[in-house]
């Protein structure tokens, strides 16, 4: 249980943490799969402000110390943000501790089985598109330079292989001999539906990924093939 202690000092508030990925994904859905934790989360985000500890426990029936533990645990999922409050209006000596509030955060959280990244493919495509509107240069030639650059930034991120890299974004990386093949596209409708675009992104965005790891044994290649990603890591000619 967690019980406030009146003599404590209120800790500062934490920024959001940025979103680790397809795990903690998951990890947020199974915390909202508790009914009274479900309940707690619906109540904060319909309201118009921050919610109190003492607001959520009455609004539901609860106990406080059964709401102030599911809603540390949201927060903790950053399935909701804390903020801190003096509600009395007054501040200086005299004015009290702020009360620990909690309300919606930014975090999206989406969970799909294969994994899939529309929304990074939705950006490469937008960004694309804008730079061509003004500068007149060919929109696929533009998104590939994007990919590529956008790949070689994944690259930075502290991946300690290209094989870490690929299945930290759900590609399912295999080894084929000393290629390796990748068992998901994580753009797969997209690629389905608008091919040599979406192939071709993905391409660059890989061939990125292998410059930035200066990753000079393997190369990119397209190689599409049933139940796998059209791209392929193949060892170069001087590997």
């Given amino acids: 249980?967690?019980?406030?202690?009146p003599n404590?000092?209120?800790q500062a508030p934490q920024a959001p943490q940025a979103p680790k990925g397809p795990q903690?994904?998951?990890?947020?859905v199974a915390a909202l799969d508790e009914p009274t934790r479900r309940r707690l989360y619906d109540h904060v985000v319909r309201q118009s402000g921050p919610v109190s500890r003492d607001e959520a426990a009455a609004a539901l029936g609860l106990a406080r110390q059964t709401a102030a533990f599911h809603l540390d645990r949201?927060?903790?999922e950053a399935l909701l943000d804390v903020v801190y409050e003096r509600r009395s209006g007054r501040t200086g000596p005299g004015a009290g501790r702020p009360a620990k509030l909690y309300k919606r955060s930014a975090k999206q959280v989406t969970?799909?089985?294969p994994e899939r990244h529309y929304e990074l493919a939705g950006k490469l495509l937008a960004q694309a598109m804008e730079e061509a509107e003004t500068t007149g240069e060919p929109v696929r030639a533009v998104l590939h330079r994007k990919a590529r650059t956008h790949g070689a930034r994944l690259a930075v991120q502290g991946a300690p292989s290209v094989f870490d890299l690929?299945?930290?974004?759900?590609?399912?990386?295999r080894f084929d001999g000393e290629a390796i093949v990748l068992g998901n596209c994580p753009f797969h409708e997209l690629a389905r539906?608008?091919?040599?675009?979406?192939?071709?992104?993905?391409?660059?965005?890989?061939?990125?990924v292998l410059e930035g790891l200066d990753e000079g044994t393997l190369q990119a290649c397209l190689a599409?093939?049933?139940?796998?990603?059209?791209v392929r890591l193949e060892p170069t000619a001087a590997a």
């Fill in 1 to 5: 249980m967690f019980v406030d202690h």
């Fill in 111 to 113: 969970v799909s089985l």
């Fill in 74 to 76: 949201l927060a903790d």
């Fill in 24 to 28: 903690s994904d998951v990890s947020a």
């Fill in 8 to 10: 404590e000092a209120p």
């Fill in 166 to 173: 690929l299945e930290r974004y759900g590609f399912e990386p």
């Fill in 224 to 230: 599409p093939s049933p139940g796998h990603c059209c």
């Fill in 193 to 208: 539906e608008h091919t040599q675009t979406v192939c071709g992104m993905n391409l660059h965005l890989l061939g990125g």
